[in-house]
């Protein structure tokens, strides 16, 4: 692998890999910092010396972070960890009884929190509400009264199919509440990926809504959901929430939201589950197969996720976020758990954030005063083809830190974050890690310098590496993103899939888990994330990362996005194909194919002359704006294209089809 990932190394300046540095942390960032609060604490004086201890010493670093945030727990626990069935099933907080519902929404009453904003939502058709603590406990309560009532209990599992609602945040509290497992499900999904999920985790009772709006038209989603469990027979009742006032047909399974919670008492015991039960299960599509069902508990995911805020984004007391997500994506229940652990205020939008106007995203920062904005770089380069005006029409002096994540950056679209969003004033906290492991495996931070695209390290209590085929560390090289040591926010497994779990991460080096990512480390310790080492080109022998190629195109200003894959090839094993999609005024024609091919042969040498070059409307992306690159190249070489129900715009797909056979889409 060393030798084959040589032509990534020869063209890392496109990720500005050992480039300039961009931001530097003022004085009142770090005297502020919480990251320094609890180095202090500790009477340690680098974060060197942090890393060290907290990803040597587990003992005292989940005991500390656990005692920080404040966690309560009903009986405590004996140890932290047990690694004596090994690290791939590390058990946390032996013999400790806690709900997580208690710390996120229980121990603020009689607080000052219990008063302030839990959260803020709006719809895309203007409406309004806010919940402060003491008003979401009591919803909360409320549901959890109606669901006991209707025999949902500890270890049912229970799937939320609906929009960003209030009513998704107090069902989803609701259903951890009285014991049972959350599944929170896309809201885009259509019914077979519906139904798949509800298969294969037995869901006793699905909670969906008549519908929700998308850029001015309704989209039916009690349809959807009707059609899905028809072949899910597991599920033995449906909540439905009115959202758009459509008329829906109501079955003898189905309740309505108002009718659940209707007479119910304010107040509601909570079920004193074990710390290390499971409280969710979260679904992943991979590249091939069904779903992974990665099962997280209550002691894991929330812990993970709220020190994440605390030590990676420097959340602060009162603090409010919005993250850019949807609940069935892990960032959705990643801002509800860590925001409310730490009695901050969430951020919920349902709609889409072009619409009515390109500054519907910036209109939201202002008027919900939003101190972190959390994005994908997709979002970004999207929203750049509308100018600066947009952003510079609003108020956006409430923001502190920037966030992102979700694929690796190109150069351009995170100066524009930088210089145009965040004034060149503002870290952005880049951020990368995934669903089975409950936050981040890399992240920047308030103290570390930050170059463009680049993440300042793990985070405290992540034994992170990078390395080459035979497992040894590299640097100024790329390599396989490992972690070495467990982390109290590992994934529990997959839901009824032990083996393809450890499949998946534990099978390639004893004891460490590969994470299918490809990073690198520069010589002043910045780290990048390059893609999926699935997503790897291997030309003539040489591997070449998509986001390499991408970053080179979108370099020429026709082109606003861009995505590359590998195809088959008798004489190179495979060749390189490119998509693009171009910059309003701009045409494609043979001159700038010509352009674009010369471009990448400059930059990245003639053995990877791209064997075409095609022009298209949009690049298949899912509502968190990942580009689908599988769906791609299975779309261009008239494979089956697998999973498809996480896509926002599946006509990309017919549009690479349509290329595919020779002809051009109507652009």
Known sequence: MVRGLQCYNQHMDQF??????????????????????FMRKHRL????????????????????VMDDLGIEFYEPYSRVVDLSSGVATAKWCLDGRMNIVH????????????????????????????????????EVNRAAAGLRALGIGRGDRVALFMPMCPELVTAFFAIIKVGGIVLPLFSGYGADAVTTRLQDAGV???????????????????????????????????????????DVVMGPRDTWWSDLVAGQRDDCATERTGADEALMIIYTSGTTGRPKGAVHSHCGFPIKTAQDLVHCFDVHDGETMYWVSDMGWMMGPWEVFGMTLLGGTVVLYDGALDYPAPDRLWALVERHRVNILGVSPTLIRALMRHGDAPVRSHDLSSLRILGSTGEPWNPEPWRWFFEVVGGGRLPIINYSGGTEVSGGLVSGNVLTPLKPAAFAGPPPGIAADVVDDQGRPVRNQVGELIVRAPWIGMTRGFWNDQERYFETYWSRFPGVWVHGDWAAIDDDGLWYILGRSDDTIKIAGKRLGPAEVESVLVDHPAVLEAAAIGVPDEMKGQALVCFCVLRPGHAP???????????VIDRLGKPLKPKAIEFVRDLPKTRNAKVMRRVIRAAYLGDAPGDLSSLENPQAVDDIRTVAQGHRPDL
């Not at 229980?106 to 003491?134: D, F, P």
Request: glycine share 6%.
């Open 16 to 37: 500005e890999f050992g480039g300039a540095i961009a931001w530097r942390p003022t004085s009142d960032y770090v005297e502020r910092s919480r990251l320094v609060d």
């Open 45 to 64: 004086h680098t974060l060197d010396e942090l890393m060290t201890r907290s990803t040597t010493d587990l003992e005292w670093f989940w005991r500390a």
């Open 103 to 138: 710390n996120c929404l229980e121990k603020w009453r009689g607080t000052t929190t219990e008063h302030r904003t839990a959260l803020r939502w709006e719809g895309e058709e203007g409406t309004t509400r806010t919940l402060t603590y003491a008003e979401l406990l009591r």
């Open 204 to 246: 006793k009772m699905l909670m969906t809504a008549d519908g929700f709006w998308r850029r001015g038209q309704a989209v039916r989603m009690k349809d959807t959901a009707d059609a899905a469990i028809a072949a899910a027979p597991s599920v033995e009742r449906v909540i439905v929430t009115r959202r758009i006032g459509a």
């Open 589 to 599: 024609n043979g001159d700038l194919t010509a352009r674009l091919t010369a471009l």
